[in-house]
């Protein structure tokens, strides 16, 4: 596996690099605190290529690899973990879907606006009663002529209150499980959908998730993704891809906290020495740019694969596990290096803490990866 950067990925790492240093960590504070959706923040990502990372120039994109993808989503997360996340959900979970599953004219209609900036997307998978067991969705369309009667709801959705569309998932046929459900791409002013309010959570505050409701919305047959019954299909495809985005945002979270934390530890002292010069602090630091620098290259691996158009199930699945589990550890041993300061929301220290825990969450949680994983290795 070639390391070297190419100049095109360099070129996308520095210009996230550069908006996120300058425009977006100055404001990451105000934004936690407030609950502030980044709106203009959001504008200006579309504006540098990187709502689209890798969508193809043609439908509105920037036209780069996966890797380059891998690569901004970390720098912004490492800026805001809030408008990264942001900005995978449009890529990874609203773009890469389409891209990969539409029509040449859903990929006109929806995915070069999305790609380009002008609208925002949505992923609609989650209900009340129905996680990462997808196949018992409630949610249900019904064939009426040239149109679908959707009813139902979704919830967590990121970016939903602000979202153009969404790429929602719904029952087509009763009593086949997983085989039953068809993707549909649904703009949300269509009649019969509605929004609650924002979600109140533990972290990533700024980017607003929500419940979603379809009230008898009637949705074009033009808007199906992909063939009836291979909705479940769509979805984990999808998800392939999405959780190399969320393993990128765990690793910009980690390395917000840990170059802030190795900072302090050379400023602080105690007993006369600076806390970089103690064996213990020394031993944590280590620890931390290890876990880093080996998700990293578990990202890559996964993101290289992706470019390839080969299978990734497994590999993205490593990568979020490990990714999201080492931004919990890094995080814990960057507010401990921080000691009592790190517990005050003076300190962005508590922030990455509380950013870092979703990531094992949303998008399969860890025990989910590891039932990935381990299915693929037996299978062989």
């Known amino acids: 596996m070639d390391l070297q950067l190419t100049p095109e990925q360099s070129l996308v790492q520095q210009t996230a690099r550069d908006f996120a240093t300058r425009e977006v960590e100055p404001r990451a504070k105000h934004l936690d605190h407030e609950g502030e959706w980044p709106g203009d923040l959001v504008k200006r990502l579309g504006e540098l290529g990187l709502m689209g990372v890798a969508i193809p120039a043609e439908y509105g994109g920037a036209g ?18 809030s408008v990264g996340v942001i900005m995978s959900v449009n890529n990874s979970l609203a773009c890469d879907p389409i891209a990969k599953h539409g029509s040449e ?22 209900e009340p009663a ?55 791409v649904v703009p949300t002013d269509t009649p019969g959908f509605s929004t609650t309010k924002p979600d109140e959570k533990l972290g990533i505050h700024a980017a607003h998730s929500c419940t979603v409701f379809f009230e008898s919305c009637r949705i074009p047959d033009a808007n199906r993704l992909g063939n009836e019954g291979d909705g479940f299909k769509v979805a984990m495809s999808t998800l392939d891809g999405g959780r190399i985005g969320i393993a990128a945002q765990a690793i910009g979270i980690a390395r917000a906290a840990f170059e802030k934390a190795v900072a302090y530890s050379k400023e602080r002292r105690a007993f006369g020495t600076p806390l970089a010069e103690k064996q213990a602090i020394q031993f944590m630091i280590a620890d931390m740019a290890t876990e880093l620098d080996a998700a990293r290259l578990l990202v ?59 990531t094992e969450i949303y998008e399969g949680t860890s025990e989910i990866m590891r039932i990935v994983i381990s299915a693929n290795v037996l299978k062989g």
């Open 64 to 81: 780069f690899d996966h890797v380059s993808y891998a690569l901004a989503i970390e720098e912004i997360s490492r800026g805001c973990a």
């Open 105 to 126: 004219g859903q990929k006109e209609q929806f995915l070069a606006p999305m790609a380009s900036g002008k609208l925002l997307g949505c992923f609609g998978l989650t």
């Open 130 to 184: 129905s996680g990462s067991d997808a196949g018992t969705m409630a949610t249900f369309a019904e064939k009426d002529g040239d149109h679908w009667i959707l009813n139902g709801s979704k919830n967590f959705i990121t970016n939903g209150p602000h979202a153009d569309l969404i790429v929602v998932f719904a029952m087509t046929r009763k009593n086949v499980g997983a085989k039953g459900i068809t993707a549909f």
């Open 300 to 358: 890559q691996r996964a993101a290289l694969l992706k470019d390839a158009k080969q299978r990734c199930t497994k590999e993205s699945a490593m990568a979020k596990l490990y990714a999201s589990e080492m931004s919990h550890r890094v995080a814990h041993k960057a507010l401990q290096i921080f000691g009592g300061l790190g517990y005050t929301t003076e300190c962005d220290a508590e922030r990455h803490y509380r950013d870092a825990r979703i």
